[in-house]
Every structure is written in C-alpha cells, then in structure tokens.
C-alpha cells in the first residue's frame, strides 16, 4: 500500500487546522486599515483602563471646591469638573466599569441569543414558535422605556441594567443565528452526519457553530457599541450608580455647565463616540474580510499582454450536403476568447475556434465542463463575463463582424436576430413580473409594436410552443408553472421577434426525459418553421443525435473534430472522440441479475 | 437468493402541508421492494417521482407514516436517533451534489474521521483508516491535508464515497451519484462503485433518472411514478422489455447517442403517444 509510506504523525491536529484558519482572518484584519486602526485604539483603551488607577495623576474622586471648571494646564491636562475633579483621571477610571457593562450586555444578549437560535434553527417545531414570538416580542419593546422600568424596580444597578439591557438585545442574535442554522441544517453534509450516527450535539458544534461564528463576531462588536452609548445616556439621565465616575455623569456635568466652559463637554463625548466609532468600525472591517474571502483583489487595468493562442489541427469530415445546405448566417474563423488576470496576463479560454451555421441548420457544440463550449456561444452574443474580451479571430454575422460592433450595435442585434435559450429557465424569467409582460416587452421595443398587439402575438406564441391555457400562463408568475412549461415560455420569447440565429445553451439539461423529448420535438419544429439556424451548447450525445445536423466536438478550448453528425457518430477519429463514446452507456450490456458467485465475493 | 437485506413493505410516506391548513403531501403511496446482499437495485423516475423520498426513508431522514422498512429483520422504520447511530455502521449514503455533500470548512481528514471518531477508534488508528480508504477510491494519501474545494466534483464523489465506505457498511444508497458530472469522470466513478461491490460485497440502492446508468449497474430494476412503483424486476426484462406504459414512454423519451437509431428510437415515441392519446 503506497499509503504506508506516510509517517502517522504527519496527520495534523484537528485543533491547530481551526486554529490557523481562525489566525488566518485575524490576519487579513490587520492588513485592512480601518480594521488596525479601529483595533488599535480598543486595545489602548483596555490598557488604559486595566492601568487607570496607575495612570490616573489625580485620585478622580477628589473634589477641590477651590479647583472647580479649570481650564486645561499643567497641573490638569483635561481641565477640572463643576466639582473640582480631574477630568483626566475621571475619564480613564470611568473606562473598566464601561467595558465591563458593555461586556456584560452582549454577554447575556449572546449566550441568550445563540442558544435559542441554535434550538429552534436546529430542532425547530414548538419552540422555534415560542422563541420567534419571544423575540418579536422584545424587538417591539422601547428599550429606553423597559431599562427605565427596570431601574425603578431594581435601583440604580448598571450590572443589573445591563443584565435586562442584554435580554432586550438577544433577538439581535436569536435573528442571525435562527437564519444561518436554518439554512446549513439541510445541507447534504449535515445530512451525511446524520447518517454517519453522529450526535446532536456534535453536530452542531462541528458543523453548525461554525457557520454561525462569524456572524455572531460581527453582530457583538456592534452590540458592544450600542451598549455603551445606551449606558452613557443612562448615566447621563443620572439613573446609573452616582457613587463612581462615568462617562455619561461627566457629560451630565459638563451639559450643567455648558455656558461657563463648553470645552468640558468635548472629553466625555470624544471617549464615547470614539469607543463606539471603533466598535461600529472594527465590525464592519470583520464583515468585510470575511465576505472578501477567495476573492481576488481589485482588477488592476489590463496592460494587453500576449495572448497565447494555441493552434491545433482539427479533424474535419467531408460534408457531401454542404453545397446544397442554405445561405450562410454565421462564420467564425479563428476566434480566442480571453480573460484579463490581475497581473495583466491573458488567461486565453477559447482557442483557434472556426465554425460556420447555414441557415436551416443545428450546428451542436459538444464538450465536458469546462471545454469552452458556453464561453464560444457567449462571445457570438456579445455577453461575455466581466473581464472576458474577444482576443482574437472573427466571428461574421450576415456580413458584419460581430467582434468588432460596440456594445450598442450588439444590443440591436441581440433579440432581433439573435435569440438565445438558456439552460436555467427559472433563474432566467424575473419573478417580480408576469410572463406575459417579459415576453411582450421585447416584442415592443424591436418590432415596436403595440401593447395590444403584442398580446395578441404572445398568446399565439405560447399556443404554438405547447403551453395548454395560453391565456393563464400569461397573466401568471414564473413560480406558478412548472420548469418544462417556463423553458417553453423562454423558447416562445427567444423566436417571438423572428431571429435568424438561435442560441441555445444545454436547453434541456435541467428538464426531465419525457419533458426533455417534448421541447427537443418543439426546437425541431421551430427551428424548420422559422428557417434559423442554430447553434445548441450541449454535453449530452443524445441530444446531439436527436437534434443536430453537423456537430463540433470542444476540449480545452479548441474543436478538436467537426463535421456531419452522421459521419461523426458513425467514424469518429480524433483520441478525445473516441474517448467520449467510449464513456457512453448506453450500448453497454444490461448487468443482469445477481448471481450466486458474485454473492460470496 | 432468497436471503434479504432489507424489505421495503408498502411504505408511505406523507409530509405536513404548509400552515394550518396546508394539504398534507403523500411522498409515497404504499412502495414495496427488497435489496438482497451484495446486490445493485436501480430505482428510476423522474422529478417528483419519490425516488428520493424513499432512499430517505430508509436512511431515516424521512418520516414513514405507513408500512415497514426492515432490515436484517428488524423494522427499523421508526428508529430513535440512539438506535439509528448503531445502524450507521450498516447502511450508509453517497448524495447527488459533491459541491454540498461536504463541509467545504473541514479538510478531507476531518470529514473522513467523522464517522470514526462515532465509533470511538484511536487517533492513529482512524489516520491508518483514512489512508486506506483514500486508497480505495483512488485518491493520492496526501489528500487528507487538503479542503474540498480543491478537488474536482469527480474527486468529491469519491472522497464522499470513502465518507460512506469508513464504517463498512453492508448497503449504500447512492442518490444520483453520477448526475453532475461530465460523461468521461461518471463512466469511471462508475467503475469505482462495481469494484468496491466486488471487493467488499456492498449492496447499493442506486437512485438515478439516467437509465443507461441504472442499466449499466443494477442487477434489478425499479420504475417510480408518482410515488409509486410501477414496473419492477430484472434489469434486463425491465430495461430491454418494459411492459408499463410509463415505463416505455420514459425509455422512448430518452435520446439515444446515434442519429440513425435516434431517427427510430423518436418514431416509435410518436407512435407510442398516439397509442396512449386514443
């Protein structure tokens, strides 16, 4: 076994595996600059406030009536307070208890929270009821009015407001928590788990709590921040404990004396809003890192590098019907499709492509993922990805070079006489309009025809592809039908305004067979009734051998044989062809039933 | 021959409507079959049909509301998930999607301990395990180190494939496993599963809509329709021979990968339909 080769100690930890992927984000939250800079300055004030006693020059609680409303000076950095206190040494003992509450409110809001979002996410029925309601409950109550409450009934104890403060937070948590755990219970992991016989409770700690991790990160350095504003308007009102320095009492001093020395007000106020920026700051810097995860940087603009285009010849198979085939629609010769990387290189996806569509022909292109099928067929629409460009060749159309048109001539083509079916049928239909407005639409702006009009074709139009109640599937939602009837409604607008090339990528890959045999009938038809040509993006032989007339086979961004579908399945020459038919099952023996040999292996 | 694994006996399966006054759905309408020992039962249909309704019944993720699932001859159709944990180690699951199959935040060695670390083996002894099992299916032992989202969907297939095979089990069923891949990675998936059946005497449940494949695998035959069986038997009387009007139309529907018997294949399917529409 080659396996034994590999010494047992080289199978890490599962502990130091967490570990690194949790340094790696804290990592990256130093290489942002509002994460540093919003971490720095919590970390100072933690270290301010554990040293506050060491640090502070006056003892804060001193008052000199002698000393009340200084300016700032040698003596008192920060000035004095209405009672003669040191600001400064005020404001840096205020800083623990302030941490401290603040913690101890998302603390209970967390544990709360979580927990009960675990619960009900995971295990849902009654007390996913129970807990929701409880939730909703505690978001519809004015926190400001439930805290005030409760300090007339428990005293002026910030540890017990910000006990009650916590519990009014939870839904923050429950909210986040219940949406993430609902959603990852029915992953086929989870599922997978599950039948491994793994416990509840592994489950979740091993599959669930991670997920839920990094929001609820987030979610507490925000909560962090509104507790302490919360907190401070408290002290501020006077409802907090007056024995002891805060910051929300020295803003109540400081706004006593306003008119006298206005500058008192500036400290408290900086402390506060500083503290709760730098939260607000370093949770929308964790948010950030984490959804940037796996995706590349900015895209730097392209300096054009050189496009390697490699040039491979390509088995052609004699076409005895070519010089009785129809007008030629669309030839490409020699077409490369590019992507521009970072680092100004060209990542070449399409190599050398040459193909040619006569009218009243199916032209299928047929590869495995990945071969550059879909990319061709997007560079003849003019709709390639982002960063994704025509880099070299030709692709004439009627007479024109697509390749060369601006975005806005392309636009004209587009619908008029290219049509395209894709693959999904329900991502393609926008769920917020009627069926029937989405395909008269277009109708309207390239035949610039009336509304009634259009109506009028649209209902013919669905007629013809099959759809039994015309007039229903009309005025219905995508959701309300079925994805067999939705890919008929796409294929109705794709020839709604008389195209002469149809593009059709994998048109049947999401429908059932008989579903599948139904809508290949209707191309068929279609496609003879309208006189189109078409180019079908498919990885299925099936398909090909129902539909197309002359087939391209694609692999790694070339056509590596073209020709007659005929002579193709019949012959095929090239290595990848034949490898392709040779994975094919479809002539392969039954199994047959089981035999008593196979029985006692 | 008449030894069985396990016995599905007019199982029914119904979930809650939506609401308070949702309409219950019925998932599956009384189904019966039965999986011998080292044996591939084919279980074919369309979307909708509860085909995969029923590989869930039987993996306990789907609440039997009627007949009995027994295996061993012990009904387990109404297991606690106390008792279910002790069935892990016979019947386990291969899924359709190897996108969402794994956790894409553990590495192939975490998701490979799983299982084993259930059944209380010793840390050395599970990495010895998981390189074996990485070598069953044909994957280089320094996977282990690795995440899933290095690896192609191929290549997930047979690490979830290992996944199912750790604890040894005496039944897989495999839920379309070969439906996302691309033609040349499923032909040797496929390969991969009839040779772990040599090996190990595995038997399989292999839920597929592709009835080339269920052809190619399965020593026996199952059609699905609407939550119901309605053709079962050898796989080559079913497949060569159907005699359920569904059946026939679902075989015709399916394009066969040569224009001239295509051409045929499309005639009778015509033929067919006018045949049922009068």
């Known amino acids: 076994m080659t396996a034994a080769t590999l010494p047992p100690d080289a199978v890490p930890d599962v502990q130091t595996l967490e570990q690194t992927a949790h340094a790696s984000l804290f990592r990256r939250l130093l290489k942002n600059p509002t994460g540093v800079a919003s971490l720095a300055f919590l970390v100072i004030l933690v270290v301010l406030g554990i040293f506050a006693t060491v640090l502070a020059p006056h003892d804060p609680n001193v008052a000199n009536a002698t000393n009340i409303l200084q300016k700032p000076s040698g003596t008192y950095l920060l000035g004095t307070d209405g009672s003669g206190h040191d600001v400064l040494s005020r404001l840096l003992v205020a800083i623990q208890p302030t941490l401290e509450a603040a913690a101890l409110a998302v603390g209970v809001a967390a544990v709360l929270g979580i927990t009960a979002g675990l619960i009900s996410g995971y295990y849902g029925k009654w007390f996913e009821a129970a807990s929701s309601w409880t939730a909703s409950l505690l978001m519809a109550l004015p926190g400001i009015v439930v805290l005030l409450a409760a300090r007339a009934v428990i005293g002026p104890s910030m540890l017990w407001t910000m006990v009650v403060f916590g519990i009014i937070l939870s839904p923050a948590f429950y909210r986040v928590v219940h949406t993430e755990v609902s959603g990852v219970k029915h992953e086929l992991y989870v599922d997978a788990a599950r039948v491994s016989g793994l416990s509840d409770a592994r489950i979740i700690s091993r599959h669930i709590l991670t997920v839920v991790r990094a929001p609820a990160i987030i979610l507490a350095a925000g909560v962090a921040g509104i507790a302490?504003?919360?907190?401070?308007?408290?002290?501020?009102?006077?409802?907090?404990?007056?024995?002891?320095?805060?910051?929300?009492?020295?803003?109540?001093?400081?706004?006593?004396?306003?008119?006298?020395?206005?500058?008192?007000?500036?400290?408290?106020?900086?402390?506060?809003?500083?503290?709760?920026?730098?939260?607000?700051l370093l949770a929308n810097a964790l948010r950030d890192e984490l959804e940037r995860s796996g995706t590349p940087g900015r895209r730097r603009r392209r300096a054009a590098g050189p496009v390697s285009i490699r040039r491979e010849p390509v088995v052609t198979h004699d076409d005895p019907a070519a010089a009785a085939a129809g007008e030629e629609l669309l030839h490409v010769t020699d077409l490369a499709v590019g992507y521009d990387q970072p680092d100004g290189s060209v990542k070449t996806v399409v190599h050398?492509?040459?193909?040619?569509?006569?009218?009243?022909?199916?032209?299928?292109?047929?590869?495995?993922?990945?071969?550059?099928?879909?990319?061709?067929?997007?560079?003849?629409?003019?709709?390639?990805p982002s960063g994704g460009r025509v880099a070299g060749g030709s692709i004439i159309f009627e007479g024109t070079d697509l390749a060369a048109l601006s975005g806005r001539q392309m636009t004209g083509l587009r619908g008029a006489k290219i049509a395209y079916i894709p693959q999904e049928p329900m991502s393609n239909l926008d769920p917020t309009f009627t069926i029937g407005s989405q395909i008269t639409e277009p109708m309207r702006v390239i035949l610039k025809i009336g509304r009634a009009e259009a109506r009028e074709r649209a209902l013919k139009l669905l007629a013809r592809v099959g759809i039994p109640d015309p007039e229903r599937t009309f005025n219905a939602y995508p959701h309300q039908v079925s994805g067999g009837m939705a890919q008929r409604v796409l294929i109705a607008g794709a020839v709604s305004c008389n195209p002469d090339l149809l593009i059709a990528d994998e048109p049947t890959t999401?429908?059932?067979?008989?579903?599948?045999?139904?809508?290949?009938?209707?191309?068929?038809?279609?496609?003879?009734?309208?006189?189109?040509?078409?180019?079908?993006?498919?990885?299925?032989?099936?398909?090909?051998?129902?539909?197309?007339?002359?087939?391209?086979?694609?692999?790694?961004?070339?056509?590596?044989?073209?020709?007659?579908?005929?002579?193709?399945?019949?012959?095929?020459?090239?290595?990848?062809?034949?490898?392709?038919?040779?994975?094919?099952?479809?002539d392969s023996e039954p199994r047959g039933p089981l035999t008593p040999r196979e029985l006692q292996p | 021959m008449s030894e069985r694994l396990l016995d599905v006996d007019n199982v029914e399966v119904e979930y809650h409507g939506h609401g308070l006054r949702g309409k219950p759905f019925k998932a599956l309408k009384g189904v019966s079959l039965d999986i011998r020992p080292g044996e591939t039962v084919g279980l074919v249909g369309e979307s909708g049909s509860g085909k995969t309704t029923l590989g869930r019944a039987m993996l306990g993720l789907a609440p039997v509301t009627g007949g009995a699932i027994t295996y061993n001859g012990r009904d387990i159709s109404h297991l606690n998930r106390a008792q279910r944990r002790e069935l892990a180690s016979d019947i386990q699951v291969v899924f359709q999607d190897p996108y969402t199959s794994l956790n894409p935040a553990l590495t192939i060695q975490q998701i490979l301990t799983e299982p084993l670390t259930v059944r209380k083996v010793g840390k050395a002894e599970a990495a010895r395990r998981v390189r074996e099992l990485l070598d069953k299916v044909h994957l280089p032992p320094d996977a282990g180190q690795r995440l899933p989202r290095e690896f192609s969907g191929g290549q997930r297939q047979r690490i979830a494939i290992a996944r199912a095979l750790a604890l040894s089990p005496r039944l897989i069923v495999c839920d379309e496993p070969v439906s996302a891949l691309?033609?040349?990675?499923?032909?040797?998936?496929?390969?991969?599963?009839?040779?772990?059946?040599?090996?190990?005497?595995?038997?399989?449940?292999?839920?597929?809509?592709?009835?080339?494949?269920?052809?190619?695998?399965?020593?026996?035959?199952?059609?699905?329709?609407?939550?119901?069986?309605?053709?079962?038997?050898?796989?080559?009387q079913v497949t060569a021979h159907p005699q359920h009007p569904y059946t026939q139309k679902l075989f015709l529907a399916a394009p066969v990968p040569d224009p001239v018997a295509q051409e045929k294949r499309r005639a009778d399917r015509r033929r067919l339909q006018a045949a049922l529409a009068s």
């Open chain 1, 352 to 384: 050398d492509v040459s193909l040619s569509i006569h009218r009243g022909e199916v032209h299928g292109l047929i590869g495995e993922s990945g071969s550059g099928k879909t990319q061709t067929a997007f560079a003849i629409m003019g709709l390639l």
């Open chain 2, 182 to 236: 691309d033609l040349s990675t499923q032909a040797r998936v496929l390969t991969l599963f009839r040779e772990i059946q040599d090996s190990t005497g595995v038997a399989y449940l292999f839920i597929s809509h592709d009835l080339a494949v269920v052809r190619h695998l399965s020593h026996r035959v199952a059609v699905m329709y609407r939550g119901e069986i309605v053709e079962w038997g050898d796989g080559d």
């Open chain 1, 228 to 280: 302490i504003a919360i907190e401070a308007g408290l002290d501020f009102l006077g409802l907090g404990d007056l024995s002891r320095p805060t910051w929300g009492g020295m803003l109540n001093d400081a706004f006593s004396h306003i008119f006298t020395a206005p500058l008192g007000l500036l400290w408290p106020s900086l402390a506060i809003a500083l503290t709760c920026i730098s939260l607000t």
């Open chain 1, 510 to 586: 999401a429908l059932d067979v008989t579903v599948q045999a139904e809508v290949l009938d209707l191309l068929r038809d279609l496609e003879a009734e309208y006189h189109m040509a078409v180019l079908l993006v498919t990885h299925n032989f099936g398909v090909v051998a129902d539909l197309c007339d002359t087939v391209s086979v694609m692999q790694n961004g070339r056509i590596v044989e073209t020709g007659p579908a005929r002579s193709i399945f019949a012959d095929p020459r090239h290595p990848y062809t034949r490898s392709l038919f040779a994975a094919i099952l479809e």
